[in-house]
């Protein structure tokens, strides 16, 4: 199971930190994964780790500004969200897969387990 928390209403230029809170199964070897969804849209990738590895990959809407992290001692993946903009408001998911290959990386069918989401608004 995957919680994830942290969003909320934040100014733009802002920052928020989300986190993606794991139970019941290790991480640490998974490919991990957070997906946005905004009003009316279709759910889209933002960032994601793949397997146990260091190597990260960003969607260009958010590169330079977000960073995914793990913490392996805390089963629990981190989006770190620096000068946030109106278009990213979303409602933010994790998701997480023990099997994805690299070429899947973005396609939100490859990710087997998912959190309930957390909502994200920037006011402009």
């Known amino acids: 199971q995957l919680q994830a928390s942290g969003g909320g209403l934040v100014q733009a230029g802002g920052s928020l930190r989300l986190s993606c809170a794991a139970s019941g199964r290790t991480i640490s070897r998974d490919s991990m994964a957070w997906f946005r969804q905004a009003p009316g849209k279709e759910r889209e990738f933002v960032t994601a780790?793949?397997?146990?590895?260091?190597?990260?990959y960003y969607d260009d809407s958010v590169k330079g500004r977000f960073t995914i992290s793990r913490d392996n001692a805390k089963n629990t993946v981190y989006l770190q969200m620096n000068s946030l903009k109106p278009e990213d408001t979303a409602v933010y998911y994790c998701?997480?897969?023990?099997?994805?290959?690299?070429?899947?990386?973005?396609?939100?069918?490859?990710?087997?387990?998912w959190g309930q989401g957390t909502l994200v608004t920037v006011s402009s």
């Open positions: 780790l793949f397997r146990s590895g260091s190597n990260t």
């Open positions: 998701a997480a897969s023990a099997t994805l290959i690299l070429s899947s990386l973005r396609q939100k069918n490859a990710y087997a387990y």
